[in-house]
């Protein structure tokens, strides 16, 4: 079993930063490839972007929506993972998930879609103003 905390969240103007932080633990929690997910009110969750599970920050992958503006990054050592957020948007408001997929591929990218995910936190929620 793995358990993750997610921290970080807020309330920020169009244009600015956030960073969240996810906290990993358990007797597992360095098998995982890690991810973001985000769902907004009325909408599906969707992935944001992941890392692999023997990359800090070079294997990684984001959705269209964030790229160039997000970046994830993890600390094995720390079990924890990054989710760097710049030049943010109203649309990017939304409850923000960590999520961990097992694999035994260190080089392995996390996949896209949320049933591929064994674990997931509880959430932080980041809202945008315009």
């Known amino acids: 079993q793995v358990q993750l905390v997610e921290t970080g969240g807020g309330l920020v103007q169009a244009g600015g930063s956030l960073r969240l932080s996810c906290a990993a633990s358990?007797?597992?929690?360095?098998?995982?490839?890690m991810a973001w997910f985000r769902q907004a009110p009325g909408k599906e969750r969707e992935f944001v972007a992941g890392?692999?599970?023997?990359?800090?920050?070079?294997?990684?992958h984001y959705a269209d929506s964030v790229k160039g503006r997000f970046t994830i990054s993890r600390d094995g050592a720390k079990n924890m993972v990054w989710l760097q957020m710049n030049s943010l948007k109203p649309e990017d408001t939304a409850v923000y998930y960590c999520?961990?997929?097992?694999?035994?591929?260190?080089?392995?990218?996390?996949?896209?879609?949320?049933?591929?995910?064994?674990?997931w936190g509880q959430g932080t929620q980041v809202t945008v103003s315009s």
């Open positions: 999520a961990a997929e097992f694999t035994l591929d260190p080089w392995r990218l996390p996949g896209l879609k949320r049933d591929e995910y064994d674990f």
């Open positions: 358990g007797p597992t929690s360095g098998n995982y490839a």
């Open positions: 890392v692999a599970r023997g990359s800090p920050t070079t294997y990684t």
